[in-house]
């Protein structure tokens, strides 16, 4: 079992609609989960950090956390032609620092179609 | 503020070469990390330098190797290059006393050939 399973897809979404997307993760110490995104060719960026159970909102985004189930998940609202790109769940399994590695999923590829 | 810098950004060798990547933090960050990213996949940890030390180590072999300078910038060494290697090199910074745990900030990367 990969420590961090994430759909590849493609999926793809029309524009203005609501995009989600999907992570569970297998180590249940696990502190800190995240979602970057990676548009092609370039380096992740970090969009969201979520650390305890329930939702997270900053703008358009929604982090969703349920440590009971091991999963994470991310909503993308009124989705832009520029939110395509793959985004990647990271999961920190965390120490006394906080910070020692993350773990990523493979990425899921998402289209939005205009 | 200037963010994550790496260099070079591309780079061509062949198998048996040794490599070295370079990378300095974001200012104001005193941690840095080393991720492998083959092409499809996501970063995979190499290992994390902290006060000049590696302070842990994802599964990589011992001809990937390191060193963090006093002024927190940081190079990773490879030997010994395998076709394999061929990649994407990320370096992420962050902060060690920082409230927000886990929170790192990348570099545009080093993109590898191996030929």
């Known amino acids: 079992q990969k420590e961090v399973e994430q759909n590849s897809g493609p999926l793809s979404v029309p524009e203005g609609a609501i995009a989600s997307l999907n992570c569970t993760y297998s180590?249940?110490?696990?502190?800190?989960f995240f979602w970057y995104r990676q548009y092609s060719g370039k380096s992740p960026e970090l969009i969201m950090s979520?650390?305890?159970?329930g939702d997270k909102e900053d703008g358009r985004f929604t982090a969703q956390l349920n440590k009971a189930s091991q999963y994470v998940s991310l909503l993308i609202r009124d989705s832009q032609p520029s939110d395509s790109a793959t985004y990647l769940c990271a999961v920190n399994q965390g120490s006394n620092f906080g910070n020692e590695k993350l773990t990523f999923g493979t990425g899921t590829r998402l289209t939005i179609i205009p | 503020d200037a963010g994550v810098t790496q260099s070079p950004t591309h780079l061509i060798k062949t198998r048996g070469q040794q490599v070295t990547l370079r990378c300095s933090p974001k200012?104001?960050?005193?941690?840095v990390s080393w991720y492998q990213q083959a092409l499809g996949q996501g970063p995979q940890f190499i290992f994390q330098?902290?006060?000049?030390?590696?302070?842990q180590r994802g599964n990589f072999p011992d001809r990937f190797s390191g060193h963090q300078f006093p002024n927190y910038s940081s190079e990773l060494n490879v030997n010994a290059l395998l076709l394999g290697d061929s990649a994407l090199y990320l370096c992420a910074s962050s902060d060690a006393g920082g409230t927000d745990t886990g929170e790192l900030f990348f570099g545009e990367g080093s993109r590898l050939t191996v030929l």
């Open positions: 200012s104001g960050h005193d941690t």
């Open positions: 330098y902290y006060e000049e030390e590696e302070r």
């Open positions: 180590d249940r110490g696990s502190q800190s």
């Open positions: 979520i650390y305890s159970n």
